[in-house]
């Protein structure tokens, strides 16, 4: 019995931490990299007071946030108000259970993955509309409204650009997806026939996270914080892990869905550097999760109605058309999808 | 040592009565945005007790399709709109007795089908997919895509009419609209916004006076 109990109990418990820490960890480096990169990016030098390189200022500043008081706005609904930062924050850090790491590491080799994926993405908006509309303020629940619509836009695009990756890999299940796209170094992998479903895809993953140039939810300028205005302390930071531990997903996702996961650049034959290897995940995810700090640094704020007829009238067409080029690839055999493992 | 049947029945009576209890609140509180998050809790633990019946794609697909995005374009709405609750409750005694009658109405039906199934007394069969060796969702494309595809594809038609029906109605013209027209903001040439003229960096000693020195005494 006490051996039913630690393989069914204790050990998927150690396994979570195994992955929740990390990305804990990996959130906070994540900001402290974002103010450094924008930072050297506007030629200056971003934070270098706290520890050496300022490396440890990202954990001076949660230790702040956290002794902060948590302040409760008048006339707002208690309930609802504690409630929204921990409704965003859990689909964010339960979406990680089916990422699968390399070959064998992986939470849950769930056989419906991507739809896992799909559901918990979408349930992260509840988090911020009602905190939006919990924290009774004109400023708050305009950033809400603005959220709500615009993650659900993006996400028809992002479905549809799922649809094509299974219609190529013939699965739901990540690690086969994976598999699928092993064989021919990177250009065996699907960013190469999905081209620009692979841009929509990952376009619409900066929108769905509200991050710039799609952050008019937030929108500094004309509605101060947006949804998360009045959210003080550690309630403002659970909104803020959750932000970040979506970019990462997002940038875990793309590689894993369109540039081969673990799989390394070069063929196979060409010995260690061919070898799949999880370093070659992580640097792939590196590469993804500089692009959100570039996009933040370079572009100007998309306004709202440009954000609403990019997604609905030129990525939500392209993705659409490309299912059909997907199927038709499929049928007619012009890519090969390798079976690896 | 932990049953997995006897936990699988536990965990079923757990789901059902976290689904009944929200369902019930959907209707019962007074606060119209708290009544449309009961109704989320609702199709979630109905995903849950659908997940319990091995019916992974239907479940993730209720998740996906109702509670993240059909529920929240209602929570939208409701959280937009500024009800009156006094204004709701007043017609309460009056409806009664109408929806007793239909709530008793549809009681008797429901009882009615669950007599009829009890005496037919099917057994389920296996679940089909495990029969067929796939995965569930990998079974139910099958089955959709070669055994029910005029159905589904009559069900599909009959969504998009819906659609359009939709937007028809709601769709007005207005006149003296002034809407931006993407095509022609991005065919602009600078030719059409600026014009450059070429004139002489200073000006020379015999020129006119400019009319500010004109005015002076």
């Known amino acids: 019995m006490g051996e039913q109990i630690l393989n069914q109990l204790v050990w998927p418990i150690i396994f979570t931490l195994c992955v929740l820490l990390p990305l804990v960890i990996a959130v906070a480096m994540y900001v402290y990299w974002e103010r450094k990169i924008i930072g050297w990016m506007h030629v200056r030098m971003g934070p270098n007071k706290i520890g050496p390189l300022g490396l440890l200022q990202a954990f001076a500043d949660v230790v702040k946030l956290l002794v902060k008081e948590v302040i409760l706005p008048t006339n707002a609904n208690k309930f609802l108000y504690y409630l929204a930062p921990m409704i965003a924050l859990v689909p964010a850090l339960a979406a990680w259970a089916v990422i699968p790491f390399s070959d064998k590491m992986v939470l849950s080799n769930a056989n419906a993955g991507l739809l896992y994926l799909l559901a918990m993405t979408s349930l992260g908006v509840y988090g911020i509309i009602l905190a939006g509309w919990s924290s009774n303020s004109r400023y708050a629940l305009l950033g809400a409204m603005r959220s709500a619509a615009q993650v659900i836009s993006y996400e028809l695009a992002m479905g549809l650009c799922l649809v094509c990756v299974l219609v190529l890999a013939g699965s739901l299940n990540l690690t086969d997806i994976v598999h699928a796209q092993a064989g021919k170094g990177m250009f065996g992998w699907f960013w190469l026939p999905l081209f620009p479903v692979f841009i929509v895809y990952f376009v619409s993953g900066v929108a769905e996270t509200n991050r710039a140039p799609f952050d008019v939810a937030e929108g500094e300028s004309e509605i101060v914080a947006g949804f998360h205005v009045e959210y003080s302390g550690s309630a403002f930071a659970l909104f803020f892990l959750a932000e970040y531990a979506n970019m990462i997903l997002v940038s875990f996702l793309a590689p894993i869905l369109f540039c081969g996961g673990w799989l390394s650049f070069f063929p196979e034959s060409w010995g260690v550097i061919g070898h799949p290897s999880i370093l070659w995940l992580f640097l792939k995810v590196f590469l993804f999760a500089n692009l959100f700090l ?34 038709c690839m499929k049928y007619y055999g012009w890519v090969h999808v390798g079976t690896g493992g | 040592m932990i049953d997995p049947q006897m936990f699988q029945l536990v965990c079923f009576y757990a789901f059902a009565a976290v689904t009944v209890l929200a369902a019930l609140s959907v209707i019962t509180l007074r606060n119209s945005v708290h009544a449309v998050l009961a109704l989320v809790l609702t199709f979630f633990s109905t995903a849950c007790i659908w997940m319990l019946a091995e019916a992974e794609f239907l479940a993730i697909a209720l998740i996906v399709v109702y509670v993240g995005a059909v529920m929240v374009l209602f929570l939208f709405v409701v959280m937009m709109l500024d009800i ?8 309460f005694v009056k409806y009664l007795p109408v929806g007793l009658i239909v709530a008793i109405a549809m009681l008797v039906e429901m009882l009615g089908l669950i007599g009829v199934r009890i005496m037919h007394a099917q057994t389920m069969g296996d679940n089909p997919a495990t029969a067929a060796g796939l995965s569930n969702t990998a079974w139910l494309g099958m089955a959709l895509y070669s055994q029910y595809l005029l159905p589904f594809e009559v069900a599909a038609l009959i969504l998009t009419v819906g659609v359009i029906a939709a937007v028809a109605l709601t769709l007005r013209q207005r006149k003296g609209v002034r809407h931006q027209q993407a095509s022609e903001q991005v065919a602009v040439k600078a030719s059409d916004r600026v014009r450059i003229i070429k004139m002489a960096a200073e000006r020379s000693a015999d020129s006119e006076p400019t009319p500010a020195q004109e005015s002076k005494p």
């Open chain 2, 84 to 91: 009156d609750q006094e204004k709701l409750r007043e017609g």
């Open chain 1, 294 to 327: 570039w996009f933040r640094a370079t572009f100007p704020r998309y306004r709202y109605d440009q954000i609403m007829r990019l997604g609905w009238k030129v990525f939500i067409p392209i993705a659409i058309v490309w299912v059909l080029v997907a199927g």
